[in-house]
């Protein structure tokens, strides 16, 4: 089950039915099936204290992907920061509905163990993206 939560922040906009099951359709062309997905929609302040309590990394980012796979069925905590989102689609020159969604499906990428530290993995995670965007 997929489920939206906002933290400190409005939550945005969204189709939530519709959502879910492009992540599904995302998951399967992985050979996954969605378990417990739950995101959590916040701000940069909130965001940062996350990945400073939780991963020792003194930085912004757009997301923060607690994995809480098992076998197959991915699961896990997403925290998404909703003013990087925007700063990103302003700075990339796209819409922020669709930085946002980009967002949603890398944290689902990365469930279904994709990475993207790496040059090559990091080419591999936004073909990834594109991919998944054009199913929307």
């Not at 998951?27 to 997905?37: C, E, N, S, V, W």
């Not at 400073?52 to 994995?67: A, C, K, P, S, V």
């Not at 930085?99 to 993995?121: A, F, I, N, P, T």
């Amino acid at each position: 089950m997929v489920r939206f939560y906002n933290e400190d922040i409005d939550m945005p906009s969204l189709d939530t039915a519709r959502i879910t099951q492009w992540l599904r359709r995302v998951a399967a062309q992985h050979k996954r099936q969605l378990g417990d997905i739950n995101y959590i929609f916040c701000s940069d302040r909130k965001i940062l204290e996350v990945n400073r309590q939780y991963l020792g990394h003194d930085y912004y980012t757009d997301i923060i992907t607690f994995d809480e796979t098992k076998d197959q069925r991915i699961a896990g905590d997403l925290f998404i920061s909703l003013e990087t989102v925007a700063s990103n689609a302003e700075m990339m020159h796209t819409s922020y509905d669709e930085e946002l969604h980009r967002v949603l499906v890398h944290g689902v990428l990365h469930l279904c163990g994709l990475k993207d530290k790496q040059d090559d993995d990091a080419a591999r995670m936004r073909e990834e993206e594109r991919k998944a965007l054009d199913l929307l």
